[in-house]
């Protein structure tokens, strides 16, 4: 069975950091393409960042360029998120998700697990 668990979630105030951590198992990981994304109250999930098997292809929405690091160790079967600045406007429940080869993809409909989900909330 898959399992996507995120942690590392909290509250900061504007300008902080916080890094998310999301620990998979049941899949083949080396071969599964990560991804973050995010719900505010009220919206629609929104794409973050996603990365490739080996880490080479990285892509990133344009509210988060710049100051989002997305990463991985395949060895640990873990995948980070690095959020500098934060914003109010990053306020969200962050979501690690999965699918198994293929390229980065930032369309949510293409990832096939996801995990629970950890609550960011950046004070202004």
């Known amino acids: 069975q898959v399992q996507l668990v995120e942690s590392g979630g909290g509250l900061v105030q504007t300008g902080g950091s916080l890094t998310l951590s999301c620990a998979a198992s049941?899949?083949?990981?080396?071969?599964?393409?990560m991804g973050w994304f995010r719900q505010a109250p009220g919206k629609e999930h929104e794409f973050v960042a996603t990365?490739?098997?080996?880490?080479?292809?990285?892509y990133y929405s344009d509210s988060v360029k710049g100051r989002f690091t997305i990463s991985r160790d395949n060895a640990k079967e873990t995948v980070y998120l690095q959020m500098n600045s934060l914003k109010p406007e990053d306020t969200a429940v962050y979501y690690c998700?999965?699918?198994?080869?293929?390229?980065?993809?930032?369309?949510?409909?293409?990832?096939?697990?996801w995990g629970q989900g950890t609550q960011v909330t950046v004070s202004s």
């Open positions: 998700a999965a699918y198994l080869f293929g390229t980065p993809e930032t369309s949510r409909s293409k990832y096939g697990y």
């Open positions: 990365i490739s098997w080996g880490g080479g292809g990285i």
């Open positions: 049941g899949l083949t990981f080396s071969r599964s393409v």
